[in-house]
């Protein structure tokens, strides 16, 4: 129900504007968004840093319509990164390739994506590429196979919910590449999506399987380990835990990833039984 109705105001901006015009529409934003600004975020992360969470900042969102938009995108992310070394923060980065013009051009996108790897590259951190729908699937996997041979701190998101994802998985594992799964919030057809949650969890739990198993041995890269388990249900991470215990996987080599305001408590608990917790820390005005 939630993820539905989340759904349906993305998609009306109008509404979802008018709404958060609402005192308490506000104050329940806030309580899954760092602020509106970047300091405000930085604030947020150093304070989950000094509780021994690991943090992704996520500036929200998503296409922009010029090339002088994806200039500033790129701009804002160097900033942010030169912000972060500056406040001593370990924290890495989220971005979505249509913030950076993959719409308009792909070589633009591919330009200023380099650029922000090496802005990440100079404070020794790392960035997640983000996915988007599944019109978006393809392209940025590309982008990301072709910049990941130069740029080893880079990583990128597969949904289980997406029939594709078992080959994009084996691909991605061969190249040893840093993999985040989650299980995909966009409205896709049947053609292209398991319809139904328990397919979709079956499916996450076979994906996370073989990440795993393909990230034993493999470092982390600017603090970031080869998996993202990117979960909220009980079910995925009781299945992860049961699995790297009987496997004797490392602890180093994953990383459970939840959202910030979602199952905080939860989150210190796994923190307190001495796993790797991420939260990611959405900031912005959309």
């Known amino acids: 129900?939630?993820?539905?109705?989340?759904?349906?105001?993305?998609?009306?901006?109008?509404?979802?504007?008018?709404?958060?015009?609402?005192?308490?529409?506000?104050?329940?934003?806030?309580?899954?968004?760092?602020?509106?600004?970047?300091?405000?975020?930085?604030?947020?992360?150093s304070g989950l840093e000094a509780r021994g969470f690991r943090v992704t900042l996520d500036h929200l969102g998503e296409s922009v319509g010029t090339e002088?938009?994806?200039?500033?995108?790129?701009?804002?992310?160097?900033?942010?990164?030169?912000?972060?070394?500056?406040?001593?923060?370990?924290?890495?980065?989220?971005?979505?390739?249509?913030?950076?013009?993959?719409?308009?051009?792909?070589?633009?996108?591919?330009?200023?994506?380099?650029r922000i790897l090496a802005a990440a590259d100079r404070c020794g951190s790392f960035v997640r590429i983000d996915m988007e729908g599944s019109d978006y699937t393809e392209a940025t996997l590309d982008v990301f196979h072709q910049v990941f041979p130069r740029h080893r701190n880079v990583g990128v998101v597969i949904q289980s919910y997406l029939l594709r994802s078992e080959r994009d998985i084996e691909d991605l594992?061969?190249?040893?590449?840093?993999?985040?799964?989650?299980?995909?919030?966009?409205?896709?057809?049947?053609?292209?999506?398991?319809?139904?949650?328990?397919?979709?969890?079956?499916?996450?739990?076979h994906l996370a399987r073989?990440?795993?198993?393909?990230?034993?041995d493999r470092p982390a890269v600017g603090g970031v380990p080869p998996v993202g388990?990117?979960?909220?249900?009980?079910?995925?991470?009781?299945a992860t835990r049961g699995f790297v215990e009987s496997r004797?996987?490392?602890?180093?080599?994953?990383?459970?990833?939840?959202?910030?305001?979602?199952?905080?408590?939860?989150?210190e608990e796994l923190l307190k039984e001495g796993y790797h917790v991420r939260i990611y820390v959405p900031y912005g005005t959309e």
């Open 248 to 267: 004797a996987i490392p602890i180093d080599a994953f990383e459970f990833q939840m959202l910030y305001g979602v199952r905080a408590a939860y989150q």
């Open 68 to 114: 002088g938009e994806a200039e500033a995108a790129t701009s804002s992310y160097e900033t942010t990164f030169a912000r972060i070394r500056a406040r001593g923060i370990e924290s890495t980065i989220s971005l979505k390739l249509t913030q950076l013009g993959l719409d308009l051009d792909r070589a633009i996108c591919v330009s200023n994506l380099e």
């Open 1 to 45: 129900m939630l993820r539905r109705s989340l759904l349906f105001l993305s998609e009306r901006k109008g509404l979802r504007d008018r709404l958060l015009r609402v005192p308490a529409a506000r104050a329940t934003a806030h309580r899954f968004v760092a602020g509106e600004g970047l300091d405000e975020a930085l604030d947020v992360a």
């Open 173 to 205: 594992a061969r190249e040893g590449a840093h993999v985040r799964l989650c299980k995909g919030a966009y409205k896709e057809p049947p053609s292209l999506a398991y319809p139904r949650k328990a397919d979709i969890d079956a499916n996450y739990v």
């Open 210 to 216: 073989h990440l795993l198993d393909a990230a034993r």
């Open 229 to 238: 388990i990117a979960t909220h249900d009980d079910e995925m991470i009781e």
